[in-house]
């Protein structure tokens, strides 16, 4: 794949993440998506960070409850962690409904 093919592939992926959490969260999270980088900001100043690495094929992904990850994707579309933990959204719902203390949703693609 090419660097142009994965990084229009990586985009769909995070844009879609960051309208859906900020049509879900948008009052109680600071959803910001720019220059290739999103960061959910929560009100207790805690950060999200999520961003691609063309080089390595994955998207990155910074938790302040879980550390870092590093995803790629499966035969099936979804983004995996390399370490074989769950999938990226997964980890994102859990944590932020966790977290929240709210049901958040981010269906699998």
Not at 45 to 54: D, E, K, P
Not at 64 to 79: L, M, R
Not at 91 to 101: A, N, P, T
């Amino acid at each position: 794949m090419s660097d142009a093919a994965f990084e229009t592939l990586v985009d769909a992926e995070i844009g879609a993440i960051a309208d859906r959490l900020e049509a879900q969260l948008g009052d109680i999270v600071d959803v910001d998506y720019e220059q290739d980088v999103l960061t959910l900001e929560l009100e207790d100043g805690a950060q999200y960070v999520i961003n691609r690495q063309t080089p390595a094929r994955q998207i990155w992904l910074s938790s302040p409850i879980s550390g870092a990850w590093h995803y790629a994707q499966d035969e099936q579309g979804v983004w995996r962690a390399t370490r074989g933990a769950k999938p990226m959204r997964q980890l994102l719902v859990e944590e932020l409904s966790q977290r929240l203390g709210r049901a958040v949703e981010l269906d699998q693609p």
